[in-house]
């Protein structure tokens, strides 16, 4: 408030007036952030959504045909239907991602034995991403 012959103005804020600024300015960064994530494509660390090496994937594929596809050939499974390499069927199973398919390539899982020592050093993870990208594709032949 500006008083007669003074160039001094005093405003008053209630403290309710400065705790409401506080909540829209929190809510205004909160939504910033969510927008953002939305918009910007997320770091390449491994997720889902990253690009596999296609060295990596190239070498997963011959390691697959030479140790995987007499059980598992076009992602199926010739002794236990249900227990098939299909995305939808990985994840019933809580197998999510690459790292989950070389962790069960390497030391197998309910009656499928482990190939870790058969696939080598880094074949698992070669196994498990090629296995990945084929489920995604939905397994295309050829």
Known sequence: MRTAGSDRCDVLIS????????RWLVSLAVALVLVL???????????EGA????????????L???????CHINGGNIIRRGKNLKLA???????DDPAAIATIAAAG???????GEALGEGGPEAVGAWVWQQALEGWPRG
């Open 37 to 47: 994530a939305l918009v910007l494509p997320p770091p390449a660390l491994g997720l």
């Open 109 to 115: 899982i309910g009656a499928m034995g482990g190939y």
């Open 89 to 95: 069927t990985l994840q019933r199973n809580g197998i």
């Open 51 to 62: 690009s596999p090496d296609p060295a990596s994937l190239a070498s997963g594929g011959r």
């Open 15 to 22: 403290g309710a007036d400065v705790q409401l600024a506080w």
């Open 64 to 70: 697959f045909e030479a140790h995987c596809v007499g």
